[in-house]
């Protein structure tokens, strides 16, 4: 009778573990809030020649303590690419709440003039599942700017 009855109670214990990790793991699945949202992003420099600095200004709400990882890239009109230095944070660099991030990136000296883009697109992980396996991504935020030759005046 004894047996009987640690055998039931480790089948229990067994049970109740995989209901446990069932769960979690239905929990960790669901969360799919994005941790951010951008509230604007504007280019400060509309103008640049090949070689000066795109200035870029973001109004972004940090909602949740998520780590993320953003994918940069300039494009220009005539098929040149240049990838950006990666932006990776365990946690919102600067806390939770609406921040006013500006940063400059170099436009490379390769580049014709026309149509310039710069490509950002993120993802988040708030989660073991989504750090390793399905990470949160949002649309990418694509900039426009004037890439100038020297035929044409860049504004300051």
């Known amino acids: ?5 640690l055998g039931f109670g480790c089948l229990g214990l067994i049970c109740s573990a995989i209901l446990t990790m069932a769960g979690v793991l239905a929990w960790f699945a669901a969360d799919r809030a994005f941790p951010t949202e951008v509230l604007s992003s504007e280019v400060l420099t509309p103008r640049v020649r090949p070689g000066d600095k795109l200035v870029i200004r973001q ?3 940090y909602m949740r303590n998520c780590a993320a990882h953003v994918d940069r890239a300039l494009y220009d009109a005539h098929t040149h690419r240049e ?5 990776d944070y365990d946690q919102p660099p600067l806390g939770l709440g609406t921040k006013t991030v500006t940063f400059e990136e170099d436009v490379p000296a390769n580049f014709k003039g026309g149509v310039g883009e710069y490509r950002a697109l993120p993802s988040y992980s708030c989660n073991p599942l989504q750090k390793y396996y399905w990470p949160i991504t949002r649309p990418e935020t694509l900039l426009t700017f ?3 030759g020297d035929e044409l005046q860049a504004s300051p």
């Open 1 to 5: 009778m004894s047996l009987r009855i």
């Open 59 to 61: 109004r972004v709400r």
């Open 83 to 87: 990838f950006l230095r990666d932006v």
């Open 146 to 148: 004037e890439i100038v």
